[in-house]
């Protein structure tokens, strides 16, 4: 099936710093997603990206859907505690929502 | 505000028992989905459904089966429950957007 590769696997950063994260894929996809999983609980939509280029902003949050359709990054401003958790990529190509994700990104935020 | 509600939070089950997974949403949608998480391995689609009675197989489907004879309820089946079958299985429900995901099973198999 399709692979995404995001990076990186871990991130460790003060309170306050902005972080970067990003997915490639082999493969095009039509919809780039991004989720985030609390300890205990399932993945949250972050954001959602329809469009090659799409630029989006959800509060301290941007996302980027890549001009190649292969890859999109997130970023996080001026990160704070609770920001810690698993970030997910995901792509799709159907409205059906079979989605395919990355590994996670899992950040720690140091106060 | 939307739910998909999965009947435990944890289970622990012996070898060769039969698992049932539920699963549960509020949101009328037709699309839903059973994931397994493990580290370092993200989500791996097991099984999917578009509609009542009709379900596909997803990336990792061997040693599941599902059923969903209601539009709210999609359950996850193991036949025989294996160790290699210990994991954290999330359900998740779809419309037009992104998933939403219940809280998780966490499931260990002795």
């Known amino acids: 099936g399709q692979q995404l590769n995001q990076s990186p696997q871990s991130m460790f950063i003060q309170e306050g710093e902005d972080v970067s994260m990003n997915c490639t894929s082999s493969?095009?996809?039509?919809?780039w997603l991004w989720y985030k999983q609390d300890p205990g609980e399932g993945p949250v939509l972050l954001i959602a990206?329809?469009?090659?280029?799409e630029l989006t902003s959800n509060g301290r949050l941007t996302a980027q859907f890549g001009i190649t359709r292969k890859d999109s990054f997130l970023n996080i401003s001026a990160s704070i505690p609770s920001d810690v958790g698993i970030y997910f990529c995901?792509?799709?190509?159907?409205?059906?929502?079979?989605?395919?994700f990355g590994d996670g990104t899992t950040l720690t935020v140091k106060p | 505000d939307v739910k998909v509600t999965q009947s435990s939070r944890y289970l622990v089950k012996r070898t060769g028992e039969k698992v049932f997974l539920e699963c549960v949403q509020d949101?009328?949608?037709?699309?839903m989905f059973w994931y397994r998480q493990d580290p370092g391995l993200g989500l791996r689609l097991i099984y999917f459904?578009?509609?009542?009675?009709?379900?596909e197989k997803g990336d990792i489907p061997e040693g599941y089966s599902v059923s969903r004879e209601k539009k709210e309820r999609f359950s996850l089946i193991l036949e025989s429950a294996s160790t290699n079958q210990t994991s954290m299985y999330l359900c998740?429900?779809?419309?037009?957007?992104?998933?939403?995901f219940g809280s998780g099973t966490r499931l260990t198999v002795v």
């Open positions: 995901a792509g799709k190509n159907t409205n059906a929502g079979k989605s395919t």
């Open positions: 493969s095009i996809f039509n919809t």
């Open positions: 990206l329809y469009k090659a280029g």
């Open positions: 949101m009328d949608h037709e699309n």
């Open positions: 459904s578009y509609d009542v009675k009709m379900k």
């Open positions: 998740a429900s779809h419309r037009n957007y992104g998933y939403t």
